[in-house]
């Protein structure tokens, strides 16, 4: 093959050069001579353990020059870069005085292995480079391009970060200005998740090599990037979707299933740190986990909170389609740029939907409260008047309590919350509470907050689904506040609370 390189308008490279491959490679350096070599540069493997070599052979026919050859890997740092003596036909490494359990032999600390060939006019050499893969992905595939542009890559994939990195701030900044207007507890989780992705692109980038830390040290820091990534992003889903409020059982298997798998993973990194191998593969398998696992989120949620459930997929979608294209650009080279560069775009529109979807919500529960302070308002006068008609022993109708309604379906989830229950309930029914422990001190706060549901007219299975619990607890807790109330067995639960109520 030939490398036309334009350096100026005037310079021109002329280089011949040619690839060769090997897979499984058992030899060690010294017996170089006895691998086989296939003609190509397709180096790319998934989840490849093992060794794998690369031959260059190249040629300049023309003036002194430099080029660069390039491997597609990003977190693998096993790369090893060796010149051949023709006079004692063995391998001269790059730099045999270099610490390689902290480093590799790449010429500039960028994140793609790479390695500066200088050559004379007309000087003819031979080049082998080693990797090894302990069952992470390999992409080992090499590319030569002149020194010019390797550092055109370099400024590109810089002013790409600073395009991403700076985005990323810029919605914090967007987030922090909303959280500090409403106070809501969303924003935790969702300040949570974007740091986390962060975190996780920094490592897997190897933005920590030449700091000094080993490279099993930063595999192991990895790892735990991803599973932070893994779990705040999981978290926030489900407060997103307010998963915890709509299907309470359902919630608590994703708390235990998240504590199995990224618990039992983080577990066994730390009782067998050497088996990166494994811990790369169980790495893979959970983020495939955790992109099942969102769609089942937003697929159990979708009946309860279908706004909400739509907002999150579009978000969701737009992340998982960047992803998709950055993986078939990764085998099939379809497309300009780099392939991880599509991940980082996909976390881009993602963060920006969610940042959009989130605001809007807010305001539609601002707007809300503001419409349920008027309505309350409203009430309070019709019962005022309505009062002066009813008969101490008149049923309360749950028709009266519309926006107490409103209110527990939308948020009661909180110790604040029940607060602004309580004082909302009590200025529609003022006695209610204080004669009802007046008479019966005994009763718990969970019993008394149950009987309140009972009073308003709420069936079993609302009481459940507000105080997230089974419909047997809410029957359960029936039982036993009836005991205390000491409710004869002859009457019902909902006509003994009318006695509290005073008109």
Same mark, same amino acid.
């Given at each position: ?8 308008? #005037? ?56 080029? *660069? *050859? ?30 390689? &359990? ?54 590109? #994939? ?5 395009? /991403?990195?700076? &985005?990323?701030?810029?919605? *914090? ?8 207007? $409403? ?5 935790? /989780? ?23 830390? =080993? ?32 299907? %309470? ?68 979608? &737009? ?20 392939? /991880?560069?599509?991940? @980082? ?11 959009? %979807?989130?605001? $809007? ?7 809300? =409260? ?18 002066? &008609?009813?008969? $101490? ?5 749950? #028709?009266?309590?519309?926006?107490? %309604? ?16 309580? $004082?909302? %309930? ?18 718990? @706060? ?28 809410? @029957? ?10 000491? *409710? ?16």
């Amino acid at each position: 093959m030939t490398l036309f390189s334009s350096c100026s308008n #005037t310079e021109r490279l002329d280089v011949q050069y040619s690839f060769a491959v090997a897979r499984d490679v058992e030899y060690d350096v010294a017996d170089f001579d006895q691998i086989q070599f296939t003609p190509g540069q397709q180096l790319d493997l998934g989840f490849y353990e093992g060794s794998a070599w690369i031959q260059l052979n190249i040629e300049n026919t023309g003036k002194p020059l430099s080029v *660069v *050859v390039m491997c597609g890997d990003l977190i693998n740092r096993n790369y090893r870069f060796y010149e051949l003596d023709t006079l004692s036909n063995s391998l001269l490494p790059y730099d045999p005085d270099l610490d390689l &359990a902290y480093q590799d032999h790449r010429t500039y600390n960028f994140a793609k292995p790479n390695f500066q060939i200088d050559l004379d006019e007309n000087e003819k050499k031979t080049f082998y480079i080693t990797t090894t893969s302990d069952g992470r992905i390999l992409q080992g595939s090499p590319l030569l391009v002149s020194l010019n542009e390797f550092h055109a890559i370099k400024e590109r #994939t810089l002013l790409f970060d600073i395009i /991403f990195y700076g &985005a990323i701030a810029l919605l *914090v900044l967007i987030n922090l200005f909303y959280f500090q207007s $409403v106070k809501s507890n969303i924003y935790y /989780f969702y300040g949570a998740y974007i740091l986390s992705s962060c975190l996780m692109y920094l490592f897997v980038e190897g933005r920590l090599y030449g700091l000094g830390l =080993s490279h099993a040290t930063i595999d192991h820091m990895m790892f735990v990037a991803i599973r932070m990534w893994i779990l705040t992003s999981i978290l926030f889903a489900t407060q997103f979707l307010k998963t915890k409020e709509t299907n %309470f059982r359902f919630y608590q298997f994703i708390i235990a299933l998240l504590i199995l798998t990224l618990g039992g993973a983080t577990l066994y990194q730390f009782f067998f740190p050497d088996s990166i191998s494994t811990l790369h593969m169980t790495e893979n398998l959970l983020g495939f986990l955790w992109i099942m696992l969102s769609l089942a989120v937003v697929g159990i949620s979708y009946r309860k909170r279908k706004l909400e459930s739509t907002y999150y997929l579009i978000a969701f979608s &737009a992340f998982i389609f960047f992803v998709t294209l950055g993986l078939l650009d990764s085998h099939l080279t379809m497309l300009p740029g780099d392939p /991880f560069s599509y991940f @980082k775009i996909g976390t881009i529109f993602e963060f920006i939907g969610f940042t959009y %979807f989130i605001t $809007v919500l807010i305001k539609k529960k601002l707007k809300t =409260s503001e419409q349920l302070e008027k309505d309350l308002a409203l009430t309070r006068q019709e019962l005022g008047e309505k009062q002066k &008609a009813l008969d $101490v022993d008149s049923k309360i109708k749950k #028709t009266d309590f519309a926006n107490i %309604f409103k209110l527990v379906e939308s948020s009661l989830s909180t110790e604040a919350e029940w607060d602004e229950f309580k $004082v909302r %309930f009590d200025q529609l029914q003022p006695d209610f509470y204080n004669q009802l422990l007046r008479k019966h001190p005994g009763l718990s @706060k969970s019993e008394v907050r149950l009987l309140i549901l009972i009073h308003i007219g709420y069936s079993q299975k609302e009481i459940a689904d507000i105080l997230r619990i089974a419909p047997d607890s809410v @029957k359960k807790g029936r039982n036993r506040a009836r005991k205390k109330l000491e *409710v004869p067995s002859e009457v019902r639960l909902e006509d003994f609370l009318l006695q509290f109520y005073k008109k």
